[in-house]
């Protein structure tokens, strides 16, 4: 029988039950509507809604039912919809009568809102500690790279020369970001809802700081219909993850290029890459494309819970119920792609002797030719004109800028002297971005000593 048959004269066709159930994907949130529940029914006895005895009854029997769901006990079934009716059954069915005094002052409704917030702060806490250990990685191979010289792109062009610690550390500031994102996204969702009821609270006389402080919530929402109503948790969370998956596929992408016989800046290690059925010689960085693929998957994730949300009245229709399988994915999704990221970067060997070659061409020291003139005395537009001319004359001649003669460096600038070519030395060229935020290597470091301190503080963030 429906926990709301009463109203009913005909039981409800196999095809409503099948397609109105959301158990098939909401029962992974058992445990925390166990969590939830009890807390209330400790509230309501509080409040003299229900005995103390009626209350012991109630919390020991959830109890039971979250042990015995655990040891494969007990089966989810189709005909109670979803994971609230699903265990409300089950405790009625276990301890009789007073069970079914637990829905008192209560809906699906703030319910679900109350399970979904407990779930998804499960999974931030999870996230956080995966997407710092991500970071911990970036900064040890940060900590091993600051000397080794690389070329900067712009344009996928070769621009100016740079070391791998300072590109490994742009990631760092990324992921920074993110990790600050997440913390907001927390923030606001650690506001309790239960006591909105269906949309209207409830004429009982409840509890709700001592139901919030039970569950670990900073807050109690402040409006019944916007709480059970508001799906905004659920929506950051999965701008934060399209933010991040983002940042993970940007840097996959580098991998995958860095990979390639045409680059050869990293070689990934055997046991994060894999083979072809058909090409002997392959090895292929696809977990690095699963991560770049997967980041479609979760901007499908955002954009299923905004266009889910875009017309729906207050308060809660039952469209909302299609929010946890996107949801659930994007939280999947991420947890997985920084499970796997930080091992297979961590394993990567990044081809320094490679990286240095590539440095030396592609007229990287250009601009420090034309910053060399300007310290000579000459503006800058000037000085780039002199420099175009020059990098022209090498281009024709099949030189590098170093590798002309004084002579003919004077018939471009009578400026320059016989100091250029230490000024033009690829090396030379990064230790001299000493500028703050720039890639000198004294000035990496520096950074690094500050990025750990920075991770340092925001993993002791307390709880
Ligand atoms: N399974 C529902 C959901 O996920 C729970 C809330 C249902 N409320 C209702 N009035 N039908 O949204």
Same mark, same amino acid.
């Given at each position: 029988m429906k926990l709301w048959s009463g109203r009913f004269t005909r039981e409800s066709d196999r095809l409503t039950e099948d397609f109105n159930a959301s158990i098939a994907f909401d029962s992974r949130m058992y445990s925390q509507d166990i969590a939830g529940s009890i807390a209330h029914a400790s509230m309501l006895a509080k409040q003299g809604i229900i005995s103390d005895a009626d209350k012991e009854l109630i919390i020991k029997g959830l109890q039971e039912i979250k042990t015995e769901l655990e040891a494969g006990q007990l089966e989810f079934t189709v005909e109670a919809e979803d994971v609230h009716m699903n265990i409300e059954t089950f405790l009625i069915r276990k301890i009789g009568e007073v069970g079914k005094k637990l829905h008192t002052a209560r809906s699906r409704n703030d319910q679900v809102a109350l399970d979904v917030r407990l779930y998804l702060r499960d999974e931030i806490d999870e996230i956080r500690e995966l997407l710092i250990k991500l970071q911990e990685t970036l900064l040890s191979l940060a900590a091993d790279h600051l000397e080794t010289i690389m070329p900067g792109y712009t344009h996928l062009q070769k621009a100016q020369p740079i070391n791998l610690a300072h590109h490994l550390l742009a990631y760092f500031e990324m992921l920074g970001r993110d990790l600050e994102r997440l913390d907001d996204c927390r923030k606001r969702l650690n506001y309790m809802p239960l006591g909105s009821g269906a949309l209207a609270g409830t004429g009982f006389n409840l509890d709700r700081d001592f139901v919030r402080e039970q569950l670990g919530f900073t807050h109690i929402t402040r409006n019944s219909l916007d709480a059970v109503s508001d799906r905004d948790f659920a929506i950051e969370f999965c701008s934060f993850a399209s933010i991040m998956m983002m940042h993970l596929s940007r840097f996959s992408e580098e991998l995958i290029l860095w990979s390639t016989e045409e680059f050869s800046f990293v070689e990934m290690d055997d046991a994060f890459s894999t083979g072809s059925s058909i090409m002997p010689q392959k090895k292929n960085p696809d977990l690095a494309e699963l991560v770049r693929g997967k980041t479609g998957r979760v901007y499908g994730d955002l954009m299923t819970l905004l266009t889910l949300m875009k017309s729906l009245p207050l308060a809660y229709n039952k469209d909302m119920q299609e929010d946890k399988e996107a949801l659930f994915d994007a939280l999947d999704t991420v947890k997985k792609s920084l499970i796997v990221f930080a091992p297979m970067l961590q394993t990567a060997r990044f081809r320094k002797e490679k990286m240095a070659v590539a440095a030396? =061409? =592609?007229?990287?020291n250009a601009t420090d030719l034309a910053d060399y003139l300007v310290n000579k005395g000459l503006a800058f537009r000037d000085a780039h004109e002199v420099v175009g001319r020059a990098v022209l004359f090498c281009i024709e001649n099949k030189k590098? #800028?170093?590798? #002309? @003669?004084l002579e003919k460096f004077q018939e471009f600038? @009578?400026?320059?002297?016989?100091?250029v070519f230490t000024y033009l030395d690829v090396p030379a060229c990064v230790a001299r971005r000493?500028? @703050? =935020? =720039? @890639?000198a290597p004294e000035t990496v470091a520096k950074a690094l000593v500050e990025a750990q301190d920075n991770l340092r503080r925001m993993k002791d963030v307390s709880r």
């Open positions: 030396l =061409g =592609g007229f990287t590098v #800028l170093e590798e #002309l @003669p600038s @009578p400026l320059v002297e016989s100091d000493r500028v @703050p =935020g =720039g @890639p």
